[in-house]
């Protein structure tokens, strides 16, 4: 018997360090693309092309000052792009958990027709109705203006997706109907109750929203034809011109800038993403 636990144990270790050297190995998988990115940014553009290196050069401040003289500017591009990606991301988290809660909430008779429609409206793909929408916004004058890539995050199917089912998991109807014994309003009862239980997905549903903004770049070409209006996706999208060509250190020093705040918002929310998505993903 004594045996027979010895060899469980065994085989367990065995299998928990199996496990741990595959999910080391696909964390260093995972960060080895930023790190090189990093380290490009740091080297000159014969040391890019002479091969792959992962111990960082002296090169860094010469690359940004290359960047810097010419048509780049970070800050301008930083601060457009966090006007678009805060706001957007606002819109649609907020927004998406008020529809959210009125299909888990509420028992109306359309309540399952209305999320059949909001599933199936995920499906269609945004370069589908780009030229439309950009006709549709170019008849407000509205070209470029931040407001196209800001309101229509408020209709983000896949964000009331998970925050349904979130919901379906944490939310008890009976804490609300007994927030309406008490006299609380509905939206007091949302804003009060509902969005601190809610935290979890609330904090992972910003970080793929604010990303997925931060890094859009279809929408921002197509309406942003001013210079000053230009977020840094646009900008370092610009940077393969032909003054360009050679500086492989400034084209990666300008892609660092841009994912660099990204690794802020996450590292900051991050902490909420495994306790969000196993509540999100529970069924009905």
Not at 69 to 91: A, E, M
Not at 108 to 129: D, E, G, H, K, N
């Amino acid at each position: 018997m004594n045996q027979i636990r010895k060899d469980n144990v065994i085989t367990l270790n065995i299998n928990r360090t199996l496990i741990y050297i595959v999910c080391i190995f696909l964390s260093l998988l995972s960060i080895m693309p930023f790190w090189i990115m990093f380290v490009n940014a740091t080297r000159s553009t014969p040391e890019i092309q002479s091969g792959l290196s992962l111990l960082p050069s002296k090169h860094m401040l010469a690359n940004l000052d290359v960047l810097l003289s010419k048509s780049f500017d970070p800050l301008q591009g930083f601060l457009n792009s966090l006007t678009i990606s805060g706001f957007s991301t606002l819109l649609a988290v907020y927004f998406s958990s008020l529809t959210a809660y009125a299909l888990v909430v509420y028992n109306w008779r359309m309540r399952q027709p209305f999320f059949t429609f909001i599933m199936c409206v995920m499906m269609i793909p945004v370069q589908a109705s780009a030229i439309g929408f950009y006709q549709f916004m170019y008849q407000l004058h509205w070209t470029n203006s931040f407001m196209p890539l800001i309101l229509p995050s408020i209709a983000a199917p896949a964000i009331v997706f998970f925050m349904r089912q979130y919901l379906l998991a944490a939310l008890s109807i009976e804490m609300v109907e007994a927030s309406r014994i008490d006299g609380s309003g509905e939206f007091y009862t949302f804003n009060r109750i509902v969005l601190p239980i809610m935290t979890p997905a609330l904090a992972t549903q910003a970080i793929f929203a604010f990303v997925a903004s931060w890094n859009n770049l279809f929408m921002p070409l197509i309406l942003l034809t001013k210079q000053d209006k230009y977020t840094l996706p646009i900008m370092v999208s610009l940077l393969r011109g032909d003054i360009y060509k050679t500086e492989f250190g400034s084209i990666y020093m300008g892609l660092a800038l841009t994912v660099l705040p990204l690794f802020v918002i996450y590292f900051l929310l991050s902490r909420y993403i495994i306790s969000g998505v196993a509540l999100g993903g529970v069924k009905e």
